[in-house]
């Protein structure tokens, strides 16, 4: 076969897993447990790998935050002193097959919803969500209200929900999305109806068991209309764990942000990741006296949604978030058209009526998206330099992450050429 043969080859393997992938969610478990490569002196944080003192502020603080809870620091000088003396290892999460939402640093006993590709074999992983409250280490924040609602979530709520999970047989995560088709989710950053809907599930089967402190437990989930976000990082991250096997695909395997750098990550060049300087996600500022110098650059894993063909790749799913973060209807149906030309498969599962009874576009391939020159958008909120969420909004993926990857294929498959 030619060079383009092959890289076709690779990507109807590609868009075979993608959309052929059964994401269920199986368990919660310490991430120290579950994680592969995970230790008690391990991190994991979002985006590219990144230089300890290049690191923004929220996150060094949820790192901190971090270590204090893990009873490795009394004081985030203490903990800091950890990371640079090289005493904590900070890891990029995807390389782990997990994700970091924001500026969430993840530690080994915390717990991680463990999502399972039933077809495949990939598993996933990701931070229970926190709930809707702003100050949590998710943003950037630790203090001893995030201390003991770390402390809660380990002993009680993690638990509990894993408990609940296991007795379900599981829950699996397509078919919340096709019964909530039409709901108006995008499912990256409006999720009410997928989160409601598994809140429904999963509350009757929790009124059936015996544990400690189940009317709270249960007041948190069904309060949470963002729960379903966390799970499907996980979820995604389980297919993609199969997606990333595949030599020679251009296909996208892992994106996301640490605040100073975004990359991304494609099936046929490995563990490498290809960055350019973080975009900001603009949009809707959450209060009016937030500017853009108040922002950091794209912090999160959070677009791990994009990659598995959900958030702004969905967005005609969603009009209702694009519109109130200031665009149009027209808008998200754009969204989605274009990111259909840089695809190279759809999800059937959940056809969008108001745009044609078409699915999801997913796998988006890097020789379409520089040949087309045409951007898929993410969806996300921006993160605020002092910590919190300032923007709800998105960005256009940068194309030099694109180029880099193309030209890092182009150079596998001459080294692959010259062996023959």
Known sequence: MDVKQTIEQANRKAA????????????????????????????LIAGPPIAPEDIPAPVRTAICGALIYEQRAKTAGEAWQLVTGGKIRVESAQDHDAACGAAMATSSSMPVCVVEDKTYGGRGFCAVHPGN????????????????????????????????????????????????????????????????????????TMMEMEFDHRDEIVNQLAAND??????????????????KKVPFSTVMVAMGGNGVKFGARFAGTGARWFTVDAPLIEGLFLKPNYTRDDLLGFLGD????????????????????????????ADALQRSADARKVCVAEHR??????????????????????????????????????????????????????RQGLLAIREIMTEEAGKE
Not at 31 to 41: F, H
Not at 160 to 186: C, F, N, P, W, Y
Not at 230 to 242: C, D, I, K, N, P
Not at 319 to 326: A, F, M
């Open 16 to 43: 075979e897993i993608l959309t052929r992938g059964r994401p269920v969610w199986v368990d919660v478990q310490p991430a120290g447990d579950v994680i592969p490569g995970m230790t008690p002196d391990t991190i």
């Open 302 to 329: 959070s677009c791990v949604t994009e990659v598995y063909g959900l958030g702004g790749m969905s967005a005609s799913a969603g009009p209702g978030y694009v519109i109130l973060t200031g665009s149009t209807f």
């Open 349 to 402: 599962f959940a056809p969008i009526p108001w745009d044609g009874g078409q699915g999801f576009p997913v796998g988006v391939d890097a020789r379409k998206v520089v040949g087309l020159n045409i951007l898929p958008t993410s969806h996300g909120g921006g993160t605020l330099k002092t910590g919190g969420q300032g923007t709800m909004g998105s960005a256009k993926l940068p194309m030099d992450c694109f």
């Open 133 to 204: 409250k702003q100050n949590v280490l998710r943003w950037g924040f630790y203090n001893e209200e995030v201390q003991r609602d770390l402390v809660w979530f380990r002993d009680h709520y993690g638990p509990a929900l894993g408990q609940t999970v296991r007795r379900m047989g599981g829950i699996d995560l397509i078919g919340v999305m096709s019964k909530t088709a039409g709901m108006g989710d995008e499912n990256h950053n409006r999720q009410p109806a997928a989160s409601m809907h598994m809140a429904l599930q999963m509350i009757q």
């Open 226 to 243: 963002r729960f379903f976000l966390h799970v499907m990082m996980a979820g995604a991250e389980s297919v993609l764990a199969s997606v």
